[in-house]
């Protein structure tokens, strides 16, 4: 079994930033990619960035440019960075891991952006 921990969620103002971290405990091994996923209230779940094994980066267009998404050196840990937060990012940010043939979620951390 895999255990995602997310913390560094909080209430910010508009422009600020934000770092959010991941760690993955448990039956760890062979990680493909690690990820950060948002949901709004009334909304789908969305991709924000993911990163994979090889060190491979992909964003979501709305936040290009202002979050960065790493690893730590054990790559069970994911980091977001997150700048110039808008209120649209307000949302529950969620870290997903994905093995072969299986994939992890966290339970959430939630991030306020207030205008």
């Known amino acids: 079994q895999v255990q995602l921990v997310e913390s560094g969620g909080g209430l910010v103002q508009a422009g600020g930033s934000l770092g959010l971290s991941c760690a993955a405990s448990g039956n760890v091994f062979s990680i493909n990619a690690m990820g950060w996923y948002r949901q709004a209230p009334g909304k789908q779940r969305e991709l924000v960035a993911t990163i994979t094994n090889g060190g491979s980066t992909n964003y979501a267009d709305s936040v290009k440019g202002r979050f960065t998404i790493s690893r730590g050196n054990a790559k069970s840990t994911v980091y977001l960075q997150m700048s110039s937060l808008k209120p649209d990012d307000t949302a529950v940010y969620y870290c997903?891991?994905?093995?072969?043939?299986?994939?992890?979620w966290g339970k959430g951390t939630l991030v306020t952006v207030s205008s």
């Open positions: 997903r891991l994905v093995q072969v043939g299986m994939e992890h």
